[in-house]
């Protein structure tokens, strides 16, 4: 079972920031929480990921709380394209394979609007 | 994406015919995947390879066997179709064992 969990839907108004909340209070100290996102018929799009440090790279920005029970995706300036359900997963550093099975649940279906 | 190409896109089969899937890199990457995506399970891991020749079962390995006998194919085999086994099917890469997955872009099969 997926140790995240994450509203079903949400929306955003086009060239607003969208902000994305995980729950995974039983994350473990090394465990990675990495955020991908799939566009419909299309196969899983990486994201980001990270520890316990905010992340940013020229697709979105992590916020992870300093307990590590929580983290935001912030996709800064959504367009329509960023429509799409984003994952949010967490997975145990050093691990391939079944171990490092990405688990993923249901996501949150993120509708971006004119 | 990320240099993987899964063939066949679609395709239609009978129940007990065998079908193999293709999973082919230009990456390079060492580890590669396969997975199944269906409605209310979420994407399940089937079986992975960590080399040439190297592989292991994932979470729902049952009535499926790959091979790797090159580093850019991944080849993901139905000996018996079945009805259960109708879903869409992803090919993953990457490069080390705590490396983000890149996906393909499927391939759906339908077994009838």
């Known amino acids: 079972d997926a140790k995240t969990t994450q509203p079903t839907s949400m929306d955003c108004a086009e060239g607003r920031a969208a902000n994305l909340p995980c729950n995974h209070s039983t994350i473990s100290g090394n465990e990675y929480v990495y955020w991908y996102r799939q566009i419909h018929s299309q196969g899983p799009q990486y994201i980001i990921h990270?520890?316990?440090n905010n992340e940013t790279n020229e697709m979105a920005s992590l916020i992870i709380t300093e307990d590590r029970k929580s983290s935001t995706l912030i996709l800064p300036h959504a367009t329509l394209r960023d429509t799409a359900v984003y994952y949010c997963i967490v997975r145990a550093d050093g691990y391939g394979g079944s171990q490092g099975n990405l688990i993923f649940g249901k996501g949150t279906k993120l509708s971006v609007k004119p | 994406d990320a240099g993987i190409t899964q063939s066949p896109r679609h395709k239609v089969t009978e129940t007990g015919t065998p079908v193999t899937l293709r999973c082919h890199q230009t990456?390079?990457?060492?580890?590669m995947y396969w997975y199944r995506q269906d409605p209310g399970h979420g994407l399940r891991l089937i079986h992975y390879s960590y080399g040439v020749k190297d592989t292991d079962k994932g979470e729902v390995s049952d009535g499926y066997s790959v091979s790797r006998s090159k580093t850019e194919d991944f080849l993901l085999t139905l000996e018996s179709a079945t009805s259960s086994q109708t879903s869409v099917y992803f090919c993953a890469i990457s490069t080390r064992l705590n490396s983000p997955l890149h996906f393909g872009n499927g391939t759906r099969l339908t077994v009838t």
């Open positions: 990270g520890l316990k």
């Open positions: 990456e390079n990457h060492r580890y």
